[in-house]
């Protein structure tokens, strides 16, 4: 495992971290094992792992109350980092976002939800501090001044160790920073993303902060298990993933099977392939791996330690190219 600054925060995490949304299950990810959480924590440290993501509307609270469990006792072992301004106690807010497994999500970013939020994560995930705390979506007609200045006020508290914010755009960014520090942001990013994402990618190194990727494996279309025949259904993690799409399924395929060359040149797996060319596009580049089984994120943890050739690279993305040419950049129906 690499490792690698966070920001300018001093704080230290391993260049693969796990994502803890697909162990909140619910129907985005059907997992109902509950020992699944701790299973996967145990097993962080010998992959060389001390970096976790979670959010409060993974499974509705139900990452957090896990993670808070396996975490007793090992807490200090770790940077944790979770989210905030989605919720779904009063219906209010400035956008609906969806009704999953009975509940009603919206988003609100205002310093008052903002704090219930972060108050309700700590005592989920049985903590007094986040490591970082990200805003998980951005405001629509809360000021971004009134967002950060509730993040800094938590920072001040000694409540959070850094700000992050997640799915926004590089004006939304620079309108964060005029208020006061972001040491990471969290984006969609995978090997199907080139170009389209690169300009921020820039921004943040250009900003010392470090760009935090998901969705690296595509939801699973970059781990080797997924074929012709895979169906995903409205309402499982995996739906809004463009990439999915029947009509594209056979030109999907294909490059899969380039990527394949190259994992077999390489003496490793696709997943791993998928880990390294996102990591291999910055030093500031972060990658999370979701998962709900121990022996999945070792094995794209090893994405940290593989260096692809100029050669493999340039592969891949003549290969992605090709497939934007047919279809458009876009992958990501959020
Ligand atoms: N900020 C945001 O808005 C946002 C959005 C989405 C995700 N995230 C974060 O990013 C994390 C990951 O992104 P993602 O949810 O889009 O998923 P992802 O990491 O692209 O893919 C996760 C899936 O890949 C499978 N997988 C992982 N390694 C594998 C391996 N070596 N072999 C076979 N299968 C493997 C896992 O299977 P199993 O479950 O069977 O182990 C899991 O279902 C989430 O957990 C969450 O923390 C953030």
Known sequence: MKYQNLGTSGIEVSRVAFGAWQIGGGTAW???????CDRIVSAL???GINFIDTAKVYGTGRSEMLLGKALKGKRHDFILSSKGGMNWRDGEGERFCYNRDGQTVYQNTSAKALRLDLEESLTRLDTDYLDVYFTHRQPITVPIEETMGALMKFKEEGKIRAIGISNATIPQLEEYLKYGKVD????????????TVRQYIEFCKDHDVTFQAYSVLERGILTGKFSRETEVHEGQGAYSMLWYARDRREAVMGLIDKIQLIADECETAIPVVAMAYALCTGEHINAICG?????????????????????QIQRIDSAVDALHEEFGCSTHKF
């Open 30 to 36: 059907d997992c109902t094992d509950d020992s699944a």
């Open 45 to 47: 440290p010998d992959m």
């Open 184 to 195: 990471v942001v969290q984006e969609k990013f995978s090997l199907f993303d080139r170009g």
């Open 291 to 311: 998962g709900r089984r121990p022996e999945h994120i070792a094995q794209s943890a090893l994405g940290a330690d593989l260096a692809l050739t100029q050669d």
